[in-house]
């Protein structure tokens, strides 16, 4: 992790369908002007950006819990984790931070959201990084993937959360199109990966089951992106060529005609030792700043 410790302060928006826990990591107003460095993600919380964060000493680093997850709590009755709803929670914590417009680094379904809150909010933003959203309507083979998505959510359901992220990490390291190949493996052993087989009844993962589908289905707006003021960058993991969140990552740059920009590693190349499957951090870092600053 980097060297300077930063100070943080904990803050809670109260908004009428949730309260949603922020951290704001260095001063704000920000030294120099410079505008706030906002990190979010989907399902993960702010926990998941601690080291990321910490390579960023000299910017006002923002970081969040999604409603519904971590200390973000919900009142609107509700469990399904939609794109368009948490990126009005992000343009309300930007509101809230009152520091102009920010720059954006979104991870995984916090990309998606942040491609949402591009298109309904353009001037929140100065430059979003959207690494690896996973889109599964810009691929080709969407109803492939549409079709392993739901073999996800069949396993966790018929057996719990081992034999419902062994089938997952298989679906996400698959390698190309999902072809008839793909179906017909033998389901995906917990114990492969080091995982329990044993169901402990529980049903409500926001990864696993149909809670997040709103996510992975969501159809970015081409036209609002591309007429917005914002720069928009998407970003892979060197990687992730091939495979799914490599796919709608290069698919989705193509759609904005561009091409995605490379960063160090894998889907969370950016995660530190803390962490089951860490990446290049620092590296990483590295890049994500040469990116902000135009480069």
């Known amino acids: 992790m980097g060297d300077v410790l ?3 302060t904990t803050h809670t928006l109260t908004t009428a369908e949730a309260d949603i826990v922020y951290d704001v990591h260095g001063p704000l107003p920000t030294d120099g002007g410079r505008p706030p460095l906002v990190m979010i993600g989907q399902p993960m919380d702010a926990t998941g950006f601690a080291t990321l964060a910490s390579y960023f000493p000299d910017r006002t680093v923002v970081t969040y819990d999604p409603r519904g997850l971590g200390r973000s709590t919900r009142k609107d009755g509700r469990t399904d984790n939609a794109p368009t709803t ?3 929670d992000v343009h ?3 509101q809230a931070l009152g520091a102009g417009p920010v720059e954006l680094f979104g991870s995984s379904g916090g990309a998606v959201t942040a491609l949402a809150l591009v298109a309904a909010h353009p001037n929140d933003v100065i430059t979003v990084v959207a690494h690896e959203p996973p889109l599964i309507p810009v691929l080709p083979d969407a109803a492939a993937a549409e079709r392993a998505r739901a073999g996800v959510r069949d396993a966790y359901e018929a057996k ?5 992220m062994a089938t997952f990490i298989a679906m996400t390291a698959w390698q190309g199109e999902f072809t008839d190949d793909y179906f017909a ?3 995906a052993d917990p114990a492969m990966f080091g995982m329990p087989s044993e169901d402990d009844g529980s049903r409500d993962d926001p990864l696993l089951s149909d809670r997040s589908w709103a996510v992975s289905s969501f159809q970015p707006d081409i036209a ?3 007429a917005a003021p914002t720069r928009v960058v998407i970003a892979v993991g060197e990687e992730s ?3 799914f969140t490599g796919r709608t990552s290069v698919a989705a740059a193509e759609l904005l005609g561009q091409q995605a920009t490379v960063f160090p590693s894998h889907h969370g ?3 530190g030792g803390e962490h089951g499957y860490p990446g290049q951090p620092e590296a990483f870092a590295h890049t994500l700043r040469e990116v902000l600053a135009g480069q």
């Not at 719990?160 to 419902?164: D, I, S, T, V, W």
């Open 185 to 187: 493996q033998p389901a």
């Open 86 to 88: 948490q990126a009005e």
């Open 269 to 271: 190349g950016f995660l």
């Open 241 to 243: 060529a091939n495979v």
């Open 160 to 164: 719990g959360f081992g034999a419902g």
């Open 92 to 94: 309300a914590l930007i």
């Open 6 to 8: 930063i100070d943080m």
């Open 224 to 226: 609002a992106l591309t």
